[in-house]
């Protein structure tokens, strides 16, 4: 699978992606990271990419529904991963357009992503 949930502790939901995003996978991530949702209550998330090769072609990537239901109770969102995914993710995770607030993190800034879904709503850098 080329994304899972890794963590729930403290709040925090930790995805890990891996490899080509597809859309059935992110849909069925989704489906779970929404049951652990309603029993945490509100939590900041936490991806991080590994080895990634972006988004398949294809797939209902339109659907909001996930950020719908859940941008209410979802604090922050940190996304850490190679600079060149920069732009994309940021887009893809609709930065800007979202209520929830979102940074991308460097793998190499891994700790200050996790300190900053820590903090309160701070500059992440």
């Known amino acids: 699978m080329s994304i ?3 963590d729930t502790s403290n709040n925090v939901l930790t995805f890990r992606v ?3 995003l597809k859309q059935p996978e992110l849909a069925a991530v989704q489906k779970e990271a929404g049951a ?3 029993k945490l209550g509100k939590v900041r998330l ?3 990419t590994e080895k990634f090769e972006g988004w398949e072609r ?3 990537w339109g659907d909001l529904s ?3 239901k859940y941008d209410p109770v ?3 969102m940190a996304v850490v991963g190679e600079q060149k ?3 994309l993710a940021l887009m893809f995770t609709s930065k800007g357009i979202r209520r929830v607030e979102i940074e991308y993190f460097l793998p190499s800034e891994e700790a200050q992503a996790r300190a900053w879904l820590a903090a309160g709503g701070q500059d992440p850098k």
């Open 4 to 6: 899972e949930i890794v």
């Open 18 to 20: 891996t490899g080509l």
């Open 36 to 38: 652990v949702i309603q």
């Open 46 to 48: 936490l991806v991080l």
């Open 58 to 60: 294809g797939g209902n």
């Open 66 to 68: 996930f950020s719908s």
């Open 74 to 76: 979802i604090e922050k």
């Open 85 to 87: 995914w920069e732009d």
